[in-house]
């Protein structure tokens, strides 16, 4: 019992938490090996054209599926490897097999643009480096590649970001914002970033198109959007009623479980060969 132990040890009463750190530890032990036993694996989602119904590219999404634990969503092991700094030859690995993908899609006559997502803690002076040797080393053509980042990633030193946003777009690689509305940015770092496009987050698109205050706020960030020339996707698209809402307002491009759920490469091969979308 905690009081037998005296008044002034530090111990943990409740059982809960120290299941809670060892639940970690054992998942960051095994994370550290995940990249060797080759227990990591990229998804791939689909995105589309709203007005053409044209595939545009594919979002990669990265999965894990550990021989000790399971499968593990990447909302809990991305956060564990960012603090832990495994991120960033994870994220290595990803921005690599992503463009490995992407040039042997367009070797095969199947040519879509790849976006990869890229934690803040990668957002570091030697990014760029890394994008271009991936992109040299896989044939990818720059203009293939789209780089995903966040809003916080971005606030946390305006103008050494600027800087390095510059020089991936030197490269030819697009930037687009992900989750864009739900961070804390003002609007003004928009037109002092070097973006290409904007990714309108799915809290703002699950009540389209009954919520008045969402139809108020998606027709706002398309706005903004188009008075400073950026493209624009819609995520988690789930209904015909939500795409043609966001069709009906100008948004460029939509991703979604109305269309496909992220999927292993060779299946997105396979789903590449009937690429139109749902008639609404
Ligand atoms: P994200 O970049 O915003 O990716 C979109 C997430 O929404 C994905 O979750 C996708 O599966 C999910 N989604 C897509 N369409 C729908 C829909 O219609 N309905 C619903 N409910 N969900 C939908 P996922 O794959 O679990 O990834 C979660 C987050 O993990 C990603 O959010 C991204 O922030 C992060 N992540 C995933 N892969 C990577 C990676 O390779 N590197 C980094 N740094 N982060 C990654
Ligand atoms: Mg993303
Ligand atoms: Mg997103
Ligand atoms: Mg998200």
Request: glycine share 8%; net charge negative.
């Amino acid at each position: 019992h905690a009081k037998a132990q005296g008044r002034h040890r530090l111990q943990f009463f409740e059982p809960g938490i120290n299941d809670h750190i060892s639940q970690r530890l054992k998942m960051e032990q095994a994370l550290r090996l995940a990249l060797s036993n080759r227990e990591l694996s990229l998804h791939y989602q689909p995105q589309y054209s709203l007005r053409t119904g044209a595939l545009t590219g594919f979002e990669a999404l990265l999965r894990w599926h550990s021989a000790e634990l399971g499968y593990v969503g990447p909302d809990r092991f991305i956060p564990l490897a960012e603090e832990t700094g495994l991120i960033a030859p994870i994220g290595e690995w990803v921005l690599r097999s992503a463009c490995e993908q992407g040039a042997r899609w367009r070797a095969e006559g199947m040519e879509v643009a790849i976006a990869v997502n890229v934690s803040a803690c990668q957002f570091r002076h030697d990014l760029p480096d890394l994008v271009a040797s991936a992109l040299e080393s896989t044939g990818l053509p720059a203009g293939l590649l789209v780089i995903e980042v966040t809003e916080t990633a971005l606030m946390q030193d305006l103008e050494q970001t600027a800087a390095m946003l510059l020089q991936l777009r030197a490269l030819g690689v697009r930037i687009a914002l992900d989750d864009f509305g739900t961070g804390y940015s003002s609007l003004a770092y928009l037109k002092r970033l070097p973006l290409d496009k904007l990714k309108l987050d799915r809290a703002f698109i699950q009540s389209l198109p009954d919520d008045s205050d969402d139809t108020a706020i998606v027709r706002a960030m398309l706005d903004v959007a188009r008075h400073l020339g950026l493209e624009t996707v819609a995520e988690g698209i789930e209904t015909p009623q939500q795409q043609a809402f966001l069709d009906g307002v100008g948004c460029a491009e939509g991703q979604g479980y109305l269309y496909a759920r992220p999927m292993p490469a060779e299946q997105a091969t396979d789903f590449m060969r009937e690429a139109q979308i749902p008639a609404y």
